[in-house]
DNA sequence: CGTGTAAGGAATTCTGACACG
DNA sequence: CGTGTAAGGAATTCTGACACG
């Protein structure tokens, strides 16, 4: 919706952004940690959530944990996300509690 | 500074958010209506700014409007926008209004 | 496991020019 | 003036694999 989630950069401008490697980056996306637009033509696009997405999982990576570890947790945040919008949910419905 | 202002799109992907063809693009650029940034290789990189931009610049070209025209109203936007900046400085400066 | 690299090919972009109007 | 297009070349990206550890 915002800037912030478009995908629209490349991978070389993600890996000046980052200081990634490419070979880095796409190694993250093969581990399932990100997941990049692509064009017809099979050029992977990025938004900058994406940027800041990577730059937290090479901090993950550098203080030794495993990208299994790491996809584990991303699993755990948004299910957190996911269950805390379904109680906000009944509550405004229930009490139409706004905002 | 804001993700709205970094150059980091490629012409082919400021084309398709914009619905314009490169050569226009690259024409308003000739005509020095918009500014990208460039890579070492010379592949020019553009910011959501200049995306709103060239929309803008694409809809004054469909109305008729030179791109000499756009210019000069662009210069004068500029102007204003600097003006303001200084009389606002001067009021903070002997009157300290803040903000 | 995480990352570098050389390989070959495909997609993307660049410039300068000709065309039309 | 504003835009399309074909041309030739350069920069960018892609995949699959081998290497190291």
Known sequence: MSYKDRKVINIGMVSELTGLSVRQ???YEERKLIFPNRTEGGTRKYSFSD???LIDIANQIEDGMQS???KKMQKRKSD????????RGQLNAVFGIRK
């Open 25 to 27: 980056i796409r190694y």
């Open 51 to 53: 940027v800041e997405k």
């Open 68 to 70: 299994s570890e790491i």
């Open 80 to 87: 957190r996300k996911v269950r805390d919008e379904m109680i």
